[in-house]
């Protein structure tokens, strides 16, 4: 029985062999790098040259790559290091770009790293973010308590419903509104700057060979900032410290933190002058943010056919429990989490 016919890739090899020849392009070394959430896959070829670039396909009925052109301009005028637009064909949804190479941060960690490497690589993200946050907003969609609201939805159908086979109970409901209200509130509340959305370990690429060698300023290269948003300066901090693919303990958390608040302040952006307050809008964005996830990665699963997600649920959901238990508003969320975990909490005086 015969495989059945990509008709997309056809297109994108008709696409290709119609380029200009200075290009030099080796069209047989064409090859999947990569695949993300969305209907968006990415293919590596080299070129005569001994280069590699990357071929974008997003289909235009499914994907519309014009914030992907949009965004990437934002980004290389405020100085981070992107994929560089060669040739695009928006009509067909096809772009070629430069490669930043097959190292992301996520496949580093994994393959193991000293901590001084780590350290290193993690510094050069933190001073990446603080640059992408002075950048141009222009164009850019709002990020405002309506969305953050609604985007929380997704928990309680998806996890709650779908994943645990469980109904809310009406006080449930009503509780699990409240905690939402108070953490859009809480976000929209404070002040806007571009914000990439999945600024974590898969999106950030190592540029340079190994820490300390190469152009710091260049390092990381950024992937995957076509959905940017206007919204809260606190979001993409927490993305990065409370990484749904990659553990991080508390200690390493707040560590990043502090030396992402000494460095915005130090930029000019507009954050609180007490960590304290800080630390805790930015914790409350990482519930919002995580809550959505849980979400998200239930409805790949049972909607899309992607049970790999599941993989990095309980990693997200302790994150959300580090969060709801340090604060007494939020605490339903750990009951409810305690229900639908079946894990029994006894109130008593300790010895």
């Given at each position: 029985m ?5 008709l997309?890739?056809t297109q ?7 380029l200009?020849a ?5 069209l047989?070394?064409?090859?999947p ?9 990415y293919f590596?070829?080299?070129t005569?040259s001994?280069?590699?670039?990357i071929?974008?396909d997003?289909?235009p009925?499914?994907e519309?790559?014009?914030p992907?052109v949009?965004?990437?301009g934002?980004l ?10 060669l040739i695009?064909?928006?009509a ?6 430069s490669d930043?190479?097959s190292?992301?941060?996520?496949s580093a960690?994994?393959q ?5 490497t ?9 001073a990446?973010l603080?640059?992408?946050q002075?950048?141009a907003?222009a164009?850019l969609p709002v990020?405002d308590e309506?969305?953050?609201?609604d985007e929380m939805?997704?928990?309680p159908e998806?996890?709650?419903?779908r994943?645990h086979?469980?109904?809310l109970?009406?006080?449930?409901q009503t509780?699990?509104e409240t905690?939402?209200r108070?953490?859009a509130?809480s976000?929209?509340s ?6 990439h959305?999945?600024f ?7 540029t340079?060979?190994a820490a300390?060698q190469g152009?710091p ?9 076509q959905?940017?948003l206007l919204?809260?300066i606190?979001?993409?901090?927490a993305?990065l410290v409370?990484?749904a693919r990659t553990?991080?303990?508390?200690a ?8 992402y608040?000494?460095?915005?302040r ?9 960590f304290?307050v ?5 914790e409350w964005m990482s519930?919002?943010?995580?809550l ?8 790949l699963?049972?909607r899309d056919g992607k ?5 990095h ?5 302790q994150?959300v429990r580090?969060v ?9 969320l750990?009951k ?16």
């Amino acid at each position: 029985m015969h495989e059945p016919r990509d008709l997309r890739l056809t297109q994108l090899e008709s696409w290709l062999n119609g380029l200009p020849a200075t290009l030099a392009l080796r069209l047989d070394t064409l090859q999947p790098a990569s695949s993300d959430a969305s209907f968006r896959r990415y293919f590596r070829l080299q070129t005569h040259s001994g280069n590699s670039l990357i071929v974008m396909d997003a289909p235009p009925e499914r994907e519309d790559s014009h914030p992907f052109v949009h965004v990437a301009g934002l980004l290389q005028e405020a100085g981070v290091t992107v994929p560089e637009i060669l040739i695009q064909d928006l009509a067909q949804g096809f772009l070629l770009l430069s490669d930043l190479g097959s190292t992301t941060y996520y496949s580093a960690v994994q393959q193991g790293l000293e901590d001084g490497t780590l350290q290193v690589l993690y510094r050069d993200a933190l001073a990446a973010l603080v640059r992408m946050q002075g950048s141009a907003t222009a164009g850019l969609p709002v990020y405002d308590e309506a969305r953050l609201l609604d985007e929380m939805s997704l928990f309680p159908e998806w996890y709650v419903e779908r994943h645990h086979g469980s109904t809310l109970t009406e006080q449930e409901q009503t509780d699990l509104e409240t905690v939402f209200r108070l953490l859009a509130r809480s976000a929209a509340s404070q002040p806007c700057v571009l914000v990439h959305r999945d600024f974590h370990s898969p999106n950030l690429m190592v540029t340079y060979p190994a820490a300390g060698q190469g152009d710091p300023a260049r390092n990381p290269g950024i992937l995957d900032f076509q959905d940017a948003l206007l919204g809260p300066i606190t979001y993409d901090i927490a993305s990065l410290v409370t990484d749904a693919r990659t553990t991080w303990d508390e200690a390493q958390q707040l560590d990043w933190a502090i030396r992402y608040w000494e460095l915005g302040r130090a930029a000019g952006l507009p954050l609180p002058s007490e960590f304290s307050v800080f630390h805790q809008e930015y914790e409350w964005m990482s519930l919002q943010r995580n809550l959505r996830i849980m979400g998200v990665f239930c409805r790949l699963n049972y909607r899309d056919g992607k049970p790999w997600y599941l993989d990095h649920l309980p990693r997200v959901t302790q994150y959300v429990r580090q969060v709801a238990q340090r604060y007494q508003p939020l605490r339903p969320l750990l009951k409810l989490l305690d229900r639908l975990e079946n894990i029994r909490t006894y109130n008593g005086i300790a010895f």
